[in-house]
């Protein structure tokens, strides 16, 4: 899991935290890393891996809606 205090959430981070917790993003892969934002695929292919690594989004293991973790949404919420 990543130190998400010593990298620090982005912007852009938040605004995905945001839209998957207002159940606006999907999963496109079965890798789990791959979104997909309002019907569209998320331009900065790294962010949903890497918010998946640090455990702020579950993306199970199939295609589907994704998810805030607890710690995502305590994030969020702190923001």
Not at 8 to 36: F, H, M, N, Q, W
């Amino acid at each position: 899991m990543m130190n998400t205090t010593a990298n620090p959430l982005s912007y852009r981070d938040r605004a995905v935290l945001r839209a998957v917790a207002a159940g606006r993003c999907e999963i496109a892969d079965d890798t789990g890393g791959t979104l997909v934002v309002d019907g569209r695929f998320l331009s900065d292919q790294f962010t949903g891996p890497r918010l998946t690594a640090a455990g702020l989004i579950h993306a199970g293991s199939h295609h589907g809606p994704a998810r805030l973790t607890a710690s995502g949404e305590a994030l969020l919420e702190a923001a």
